[in-house]
């Protein structure tokens, strides 16, 4: 065993010269995959009626969120196959399947005819592509945190995995840069004729980009130590649940750890997106700048909160930004309203003399501090959890679920408040619930992570 850990040291340790290139093409790599699986949510309130007619404009949104739902859903499920295969034959070769799969739906998406053509066979097909897209996700994500964190030294595990946190939010803002320059360049009435179809269109393009990334990745140290000398498991995701161990720490890092890491996430990006198009009835271009301008602008506090956790600790960091996360996002959403281009009721067109695009970029970058906060160290924390023969589905279970499914559903659950409450500030209730559940949990049972020696092969 010492010897083993010895070895795996030792290659680490030549590993790190690389680092560079091995945090650039996993990160660049993990951007794009994002990228193709938001594009879809970066332009729900401009095609949820091209798919679905369910009589109202709200109810047609609510309907593409939970197509968009769908792909988070099944991103576990992607966790459980690709989990094994990672474990079995390598985190490369797993890398290459997920990202063809993801770049192949996201293009389909911008061939498919409408529901104005095929009727609710238009909603049923996105439905499907959208599976397959939680699917090539699930098996995406958690072999990169992997593959970073297995090359990281041990005191710079935070700061290096920081980077490919980035990655979500860089996705995010992708596609929301592409949207906007498309908006621009074609203008509004060719954009919302055929023009949305370009963002989902550059998929091949980025495809090309990732695997060219990737292409000369091999996997780590400490895993191709394991496989050299017959460790790794035969069973992954039956070994990561059936010891009473590691299924303690699974249900541990979803209810204490990414369940709330997840609502906070979505929270502040997408749904604030949601929340500002159809609730406060800001303009799709205001609000997509105010996005893009938010997101460029505090994708640094990322990185500085990845390097922050390997000197104080990662805990308390993610159990901090739930605590600020469910005393604020009440209030935070309510002065959101009072900036908003409407007083009271936007369809009674009464002007609000206070309309500020800078204050509701304020407000949203308000939120992506308690973001950052969370994200930055997650992905190390994760790895910190488990043992190399079952990390990489151990860790992608409690992340697809509590950050997938959980956060994934914030935005679904956050319209549907509104529309049965009619009150627009019962929308942040579920994420504020979670929030608390999984402070209080994590408080009580997480265990600081940050000097865990993650070259041992067992507990």
Known sequence: MASSSRVARGSAAAADKHIGKIITASSVGATIEWYQFFVFGSLATTLASKFFQTGTPLGNLIAWLGAFAVGFIFRPFG????????????????????????????FLVGIMPTAESIGVAAGLILVVLRILQGLALGGEYSGAATYIAEHAPQNKRGLYTSFLQLSATAGFLLSMLVVLICRLIFGEAAFDAWGWRVPFLLSVVLLGVSIYLRSSLKDSPLFLNLKSIGQTAKEPVKESISNPINARYVLLAIFG?????????????FYALYYMQSVLQVSLLTSAVI????LLLSTPLFVLSGWLSDQIGRKWMLLGSM???ALSYYSIYAAMGNYGPFVGDPAQNVANPNYSPF?????????????????????AYLVEMFPTRIRYSSMALPYHIGNGVFGGLVPIFGLLLIQSTGNPLTGVFYTIAIAIICLVVGAIFLRESKN???TTTAW
């Open 79 to 106: 966790t459980v196959f690709f989990g094994r295969v990672g474990t079995m034959i390598g985190r490369d070769r797993s890398y290459m399947v997920t990202m063809s799969i993801m770049a192949a739906c996201t």
């Open 257 to 269: 750890a990414t369940m709330g890491q997840g609502v906070i996430w979505y929270t502040s990006q």
């Open 291 to 294: 996005m893009v301008v938010v």
């Open 323 to 325: 605590a600020l996360a």
């Open 359 to 379: 204050m509701l970029g304020l407000l949203v970058c308000v939120q992506m501090i308690f973001v950052a906060m969370a994200y930055g160290p997650i992905a």
């Open 452 to 454: 865990v020696d993650i």
